[in-house]
């Protein structure tokens, strides 16, 4: 029965593809835009996510304040950390190990062809089995890094690609770190990190003394906490040593004590904001449509006072009359909605793909989950039925004596 009620309401809104299109116009496009712009944000928030999601929650960065968009972490400050500060940490109760990381803006040479890169040190002795646990470090092809290599470097998984050099590098490649030479030794695993999928790293001891980087000019102190359970204290405990060394009242801290956790939760707060104001303005324009399917479902059921009346007199029932004309709104939301999802859709895909091919960076992404377009499916439906309940109401309260005297 109800799948006859279906046929029928879609031969009416046929008849009237005019009035359906402009009726489904709010729906689709406020679909569209929760589709298309949730998944743009789901996307960056996935692909942010993954620059951070291979570190554990027991670590923690130390860097001074700076610009943070102007280049790599502790770049651009005013009062750089100082190379004692590792070992100052790494006293405090509840530090497993603390060590100084150098991380540099550099030129890459490799294949007569330059691209602005960044070379990041890798701490020696103890230190660097710790550091490779951190990081999750290991080897796609050749080696990591062992103590005493100089002149010799491992590189992110990206550089195995011909986009930046117009050849991939392999093991044994020498590439150019600002004009000196250094042997490809190993080749990182895939991160999904912009950062580590395309870093130089190098022995700490070899961007010193053949890089020449001030030694005494600290970017950021890697710190790995014993007990997680204890993080939120040895951070404190931190920012206390911090602010005695560096001489600044609580308020005024130059430094930032940061872990991956904590910057991913201010990147999601951020993001459900946007997020919410992205709910908020499409919202209006699904309410719109929603006015939209009740002002055509008032006027169908004036000028089809007299078919109404026919029915009616024919024996149709007020619940068959409730039915048709409920039906034909829930309809007229759900075509909107899918409309708006496969245009929502092509949206996110496209402008990412745009992005991407434009800007050649992979962290603009989209993901449109199963999810989200089952509940915007659902959602479209509903509020094409909620809207409809009161024309359909009427239609069926009609009297059909006074329908068919009224009817021209």
Do not use: H
Not at 334 to 355: D, E, K, Q, R
């Amino acid at each position: 029965m109800l799948k006859d009620y279906a046929i029928f309401s879609l031969k009416n809104l046929r008849n009237r593809k005019l009035r359906s299109w402009l009726t489904m116009i709010g729906i689709f496009i406020g679909i569209a835009a929760v589709i298309s712009l949730i998944g743009l944000g789901e996307g960056l928030r996935l692909a942010i996510m993954s620059q951070f999601g291979f570190l554990g929650p027991d670590v923690l960065g130390v860097q001074a304040s700076g610009i943070a968009f102007a280049g790599p972490p502790g770049s651009m400050v005013a009062t750089p950390l100082s190379d004692e500060l590792a070992g100052k940490i790494e006293k405090i109760n509840g530090v497993e190990a603390a060590f100084n990381r150098y991380i540099e803006s550099s030129t890459l040479e490799f294949n007569n062809k330059q691209d602005i890169g960044i070379a990041g040190s890798a701490p020696e002795g103890e230190n660097r089995k710790i550091f490779e646990r951190m990081l999750n470090l290991r080897a796609d092809e050749g080696r990591l890094l062992k103590d005493g290599d100089t002149k010799k470097a491992v590189v992110g998984n990206d550089f195995k690609k011909e986009d930046a050099f117009g050849k991939g590098i392999k093991i044994g490649d020498k590439i150019l770190v600002n004009d000196i030479f250094f042997e490809v030794v190993g080749i990182l695993e895939k991160k999904g990190s912009f950062i580590f999928d395309r870093i130089v790293m190098i022995n700490e001891k070899s961007m010193i003394d053949v890089l020449g980087i001030d030694k005494k000019k600290v970017d950021v102190v890697a710190v790995k906490v014993k007990d997680q359970n204890r993080i939120v204290q040895v951070k404190e405990d931190i920012e206390k040593l911090m602010r005695r060394e560096r001489n600044v009242e609580k308020g005024e801290e130059d430094f930032q004590v940061e872990s991956p956790q904590q910057t991913l939760e201010t990147l999601n707060s951020t993001l459900f904001a946007v997020t919410l104001f992205v709910y908020i303005i499409a919202g209006i324009s699904i309410a719109v449509g929603g006015i939209g399917i009740m002002n055509t479902m008032y006027t169908s059921v004036l000028e089809r006072t007299k078919e109404i009346g026919i029915m009616k007199s024919i024996g149709a029932r007020n619940s068959a009359i409730f039915t048709i004309f409920f039906v034909e709104s829930g309809l007229l939301g759900t075509v909107g909605g899918i409309i708006g999802i496969a245009l929502g859709m092509s949206f996110a895909y496209g402008i990412s793909f745009a992005g991407r091919y434009l800007l050649g960076s992979e962290i603009i992404q989209a993901s449109v989950s199963p999810f989200l377009i089952i509940g915007a499916l659902i959602f479209s439906f509903g509020l094409g039925t909620l809207f409809g309940v009161l024309p359909a109401y009427r239609a069926s309260k009609l009297n059909p004596v006074d329908s068919l005297r009224s009817a021209k």
